[in-house]
């Protein structure tokens, strides 16, 4: 299906794990978000990852096969991630797994950041001091995911990471509902569908009875 009409989803409550959400099936069919690199563009400008100036110039200055080609390598590190992240949730992660993640340290290695001063109103001074990044290549768009990915591992607790209750639902969620009983991508698509199953299967039974 074409994923240009549908706006991504960010149910996850978790940025990384929205990545890997960006492939779906939020009705019959599976959208790819970043099925191309104007889907990669796109997706990065709805999770208000990379600057809209900077993803202006990628589509002005970069050919498209080459943004293609950064797509396909963020598909790569997307289904590399979600067989880690679907291998270890439901439990912490350790310092034993760190091994594992060498693949994202070997990208945030090659990343161009650099701090700067800017204004801020809301600080004593007037100024406050941040993390810039250097877009200087089409394969730079992949390091706001790759740091998103190695947030994720570091500030969340995987004991919590989940997948969807649905029966074809293919989304994972972080739950950080109070007594962590979330058990839906969403109440309004999966949750919604389960109440409707629900309610079908006792008018069935009270039928059959």
Request: with cysteine; proline share 5%; aromatic share 8%.
């Amino acid at each position: 299906m074409d994923y240009r009409p549908i706006p991504a989803m960010f149910l996850a409550d978790a940025l990384g794990i929205d990545f890997l959400n960006s492939i779906a099936t939020p009705v019959d069919e599976p959208v790819d978000w970043i099925g191309d690199g104007e889907g990669l563009l796109s997706w990065l400008e709805q999770a208000s990852l990379v600057p809209v100036d900077v993803l202006a110039h990628m589509r002005s200055q970069i050919r498209p096969a080459e943004l293609d080609e950064v797509a396909a390598k963020a598909r790569g590190l997307r289904e590399w991630f979600r067989a880690f992240v679907q291998k270890n949730k439901g439990r912490p992660l350790t310092a034993r797994d760190l091994s594992e993640l060498e693949p994202l340290n070997s990208v945030l290695r090659r990343d161009e950041r650099y701090g700067s001063i800017a204004a801020n109103a809301e600080s004593a001074s007037g100024l406050t001091f941040t993390m810039q990044r250097r877009y200087s290549s089409a394969e730079s768009l992949l390091m706001p995911i790759v740091e998103a990915l190695a947030k994720l591992v570091c500030e969340e607790d995987f004991t919590y990471v989940k997948a969807c209750e649905g029966p074809k639902c293919t989304l994972l969620f972080a739950d950080h509902t109070r007594g962590h009983a979330r058990r839906w991508c969403s109440m309004a698509i999966c949750g919604n569908r389960a109440k409707v199953a629900a309610h079908r299967a006792r008018l069935r039974e009270g039928k059959s009875g």
